[in-house]
Structure formats: C-alpha cells, structure tokens
C-alpha cells in the first residue's frame, strides 16, 4: 500500500486486498484475518496449505475483479476503457505482429475497444502462467475483434487452456485466463466493498 503516492490509489489497494481475504475466508471457514497466502517465484499469491482453491484478483480505477475456482491455474484482468493517442505504438512494441495488423485494420472509432480486449486476455493469460512481466506480450496472439470470439490465436505453451471475454461495468473490460477445458463461468453482480465486507454470506 505504501508505493501508491495518491491516497485514493491507497485506498483502492487496501478495499481490493480486505474484500480479497474475506471472499476467501469465507470459502475456507475462517475469519478475514486468518487467510494465509503464500508467493510463486514472481510474487504471485496463493492459498498457503490449499492446494484445491485457486484464485487471481485485478483491479482498474475504483473497481475490482476477482476469480476463484479449483484445481487449475488462473489469471484474470479488468481495464478501464479509455481514450490514449498512442494505443498504436503501444501495441506494436508489444503486441503480436499480427495482432498489431488487426488493430489498424480495423476503423478508428473501433480500435480503443479493441485495444483493451487484447491486453486484458493476455495480461490474464500471464498471470495465469505466473511469469509476470517476464514473458513478452508479442510471444503468443489473441482474438480482439468484438465480432470473434475470444481465444488463443498461436499459444506455444502445452496444455489446454481457455479464455473467456468479461464486460463486468459499464466502461470496463476483462478476462479470464484458466489451464483447463472449458468451465461454466458464473458472474456474479456488482457489489461495492462495503457490501462484501458486512454481508454474512459468501
């Protein structure tokens, strides 16, 4: 919490980081202040002592998103939509070549959508993987058009993953990223921390 200069970033952080600790709390049984984490070799949190559960939070603006399921690996990622001039270069330093193409490829007025669709599936994806910004963005290609599905174009790592598309606001965008077949995926409704925080239920 302390690198954020801003208060309201402060602040996010610590709302984001409690709701966290009490969504799983309340999946083990226990108290908020009893969630034990443990960190993978690029700092990314897991359950300390649970092998089952598994869980990734992001958080853009003044909202959060977290996913939790069992047994597989997963990243998830949210981005605010917003206008920026350099959306162009910034994917084709980082971006998939061809990535890079379908973006220009397509009008003006379509490519900030389109922009934040593919960050957010493959900063989801890296999460996933855990290898942080140690795994170059233009290594493996996704869809980013809104009239194809989301998925992986070109993937070099084995295994089966998925990829599902997420509108959880108005004005914001995300993914989720799992190591697995296909799953039902369940999107529960907004809530403001405060709810999450004094609600009895899980």
């Not at 949190?45 to 990734?56: E, T, V």
């Not at 958080?59 to 162009?88: F, M």
């Not at 998925?162 to 039902?184: E, T």
Request: charged residues 25%; proline residues 6%.
């Amino acid at each position: 919490m302390e690198r954020f200069h801003f208060p309201n970033l402060r602040q996010n952080y610590t709302l984001s980081h409690a709701v966290l600790r009490t969504l799983l709390g309340r999946l083990l049984g226990v108290p908020a202040g009893e969630v034990v984490f443990s960190f993978g070799r690029n700092g990314k949190p897991a359950l300390a002592g649970s092998a089952r559960i598994r869980f990734n939070m992001s958080h853009s603006a003044d909202l959060a998103l977290y996913a939790v399921t069992l047994d597989c690996c997963l990243g998830v990622d949210v981005e605010r939509i917003r206008p920026a001039e350099d959306l162009e270069h910034i994917a084709a330093r980082n971006f998939h070549p061809s990535e890079s193409a379908d973006l220009l490829s397509l009008p003006e007025s379509d490519r900030v959508d389109a922009f934040f669709r593919c960050w957010t599936r493959k900063e989801a994806y890296i999460k996933a993987v855990g290898d942080g910004l140690s795994m170059p963005l233009d290594t493996f290609q996704v869809t980013l058009r809104r009239d194809r599905p989301a998925r992986f174009v070109q993937l070099s790592d084995g295994g089966e993953w998925s990829l599902h598309h997420l509108d959880p606001a108005p004005g914001f965008v995300g993914a989720v990223v799992y190591r697995d077949l296909p799953r039902v995926l369940t999107l529960e409704p907004l809530a403001t921390a405060q709810e999450l925080l004094v609600s009895p239920r899980g």
